[in-house]
Antibody
Framework: EVHLVESGGGLEKPGGSLRVSCAASGFTFENAWMIWFRQAPGKGLEWVGRIRSKVEGGTTDYAAPVRGRFTISREDSKSTLYLQMNSLKIEDTAVYFC????????????WGPGTLVTVSS | DIQMTQSPSSLSASVGDRVTITCRASQDIANYLSWYQQKPGKAPKVLIYDSSTLEGGVPSRFSGSGSGTEFTLTITSLRPEDVATYHCQQYDDLPFTFGPGTKVDIK
């Protein structure tokens, strides 16, 4: 059974940095494209970015609001996905979800429960 | 970016009613559309992908249709456990984008 669990969320000041993780199990992580989504409190869903499997280059795509500030990476030996968030803004406050399962990381087939990141002074 | 809209933004229906939600894309996305169900405090769950393919384990009262710019999600007979917010998402072009959601509750 596919299992995804995010961790590392918390309170950070504007301009600060935070790294959230996603521990994966129940599938062959190294072959999977992985996705990050987010949802601001009371708002809709937003695609943050995705990372390809290493065999397909391990490259990343990002949404415009986070490009240049956020970095998605993976550690296949630990079946763990990361989202490094720098230069945080108040508008980055959201629940962050990791997801996988669809071809080429297009839609979210399996999701973790999410981790809340709050950016506030 | 491709803009996604949904209508209505919310609806209230009786148990057993047929419910239809519409999602429109600002440009042709072929059939690259998914529908999610999200209950309060929970992660979304995919119901349908590729516009009309039912995800495994999803009840057959859910169905999806459409292509190009107009899509629908239909619940043929609403049940109390269907109370949730429903989101559409296009994955034809980056960045993948969502509609604003449709909140469904029981009258």
């Amino acid at each position: 059974e596919v299992h995804l669990v995010e961790s590392g969320g918390g309170l950070e000041k504007p301009g600060g940095s935070l790294r959230v993780s996603c521990a994966a199990s129940g599938f062959t992580f190294e072959n999977a494209w992985m996705i990050w989504f987010r949802q601001a409190p009371g708002k809709g869903l937003e695609w943050v970015g995705r990372i390809r499997s290493k065999v397909e280059g391990g490259t990343t795509d990002y949404a415009a609001p986070v490009r240049g500030r956020f970095t998605i990476s993976r550690e296949d030996s630990k079946s763990t996905l990361y989202l490094q968030m720098n230069s945080l803004k108040i508008e980055d406050t959201a629940v962050y979800f990791c997801s996988t399962g669809s071809p080429m990381g297009t839609f979210g087939d399996y999701w973790g429960p999410g981790t809340l990141v709050t950016v506030s002074s | 970016d491709i803009q996604m809209t949904q209508s209505p933004s919310s609806l209230s229906a009786s148990v057993g009613d047929r419910v239809t939600i519409t999602c429109r894309a600002s440009q042709d996305i072929a059939n690259y559309l998914s529908w999610y169900q999200q209950k309060p405090g929970k992660a979304p769950k995919v119901l349908i992908y590729d516009s009309s393919t039912l995800e495994g384990g999803v009840p057959s009262r859910f169905s999806g249709s459409g292509s190009g710019t107009e899509f629908t999600l239909t619940i043929t007979s609403l049940r109390p456990e269907d109370v949730a917010t429903y989101h559409c998402q296009q994955y034809d072009d980056l960045p993948f984008t969502f509609g604003p959601g449709t909140k469904v509750d029981i009258k």
